[in-house]
């Protein structure tokens, strides 16, 4: 049974630092084939992709959001790890992480529930 | 602006037919790059609803269906039932950005 759980803060400060930690099961990141992707959306908003990490530890990301963004794994703890820096009130979203389907660079079949981040001060 | 392009909103009767356009470019539909339907009903996490174009996973009525077309996509609804009434996302992968895309989101009202 593969099961996604995004965890972090629920409020943090502009121009802070945001970490995320999603944490899996059901699955390795160690297994060729697999990636895991970050997507977020702020409220009332679309869907917005943020990057991917697979099981090789190639990494991608949004290119619009590239100088912000760092993901990395951890596949002892089945956990990847997002930080966003200099967090603005825009980057208020809901966060989600998701899985791949086997081979696929695009196909997501399963999703966490999402973590909410508010930036305020 | 989402790169891949979605009517706000869709509305139909109960037991009706609706569909849901999906409109890229060459650098991803067009491009031969499948695409992926997701349902998202209120305050939940989005939902696998069509994979690969035309693909249901396991559990996914045979209401749903998708097809693909060139630079376009849709996602087609028959036998609307209230339960439908969710937001509905297309995704594909896009080359000259190196990842994934989704559309804008449309908002599905059964009347």
């Known amino acids: 049974q593969v099961t996604l759980k995004e965890s972090g803060p629920a409020l943090v400060k502009p121009t802070q630092t945001l970490t995320l930690t999603c944490t899996f099961s059901g699955f390795s990141l160690s297994t060729s084939g697999m990636r895991v992707s970050w997507i977020r959306q702020p409220p009332g908003k679309a869907l917005e992709w943020l990057a991917r990490?697979?099981?090789?530890?190639?990494?991608f990301y949004s290119t619009s959001l590239k100088t912000r963004l760092t993901i990395s794994k951890d596949t002892s703890k089945n956990q990847v790890v997002l930080t966003m820096t200099n967090m603005e009130p825009v980057d208020t979203a809901t966060y989600y992480c998701?899985?791949?389907?086997?081979?696929?660079?695009?196909?997501?079949?399963?999703w966490g529930q999402g973590t909410t981040v508010t930036v305020s001060s | 602006q989402s790169v891949l392009t979605q009517p706000p909103s869709v509305s139909g009767a109960p037991g009706q037919r609706v569909t849901i356009s999906c409109t890229g470019s060459s650098s991803n539909i067009g491009a031969g790059y499948d695409v992926h339907w997701y349902q998202q009903l209120p305050g939940t996490a989005p939902k696998l609803l069509i994979y690969t174009n035309s693909d249901r996973p396991s559990g996914v009525p045979d209401r749903f269906s998708g097809s693909k077309s060139g630079t376009s996509a849709s996602l087609a609804i028959t036998g609307l039932q209230a339960e439908d009434e969710a937001d509905y996302y297309c995704q594909s992968y896009d080359s000259s950005l190196s990842g994934s895309v989704f559309g804008g989101g449309t908002k599905l009202t059964v009347l």
């Open positions: 990490i697979d099981w090789d530890d190639d990494k």
């Open positions: 998701a899985r791949h389907q086997y081979g696929s660079g695009s196909l997501m079949d399963f």
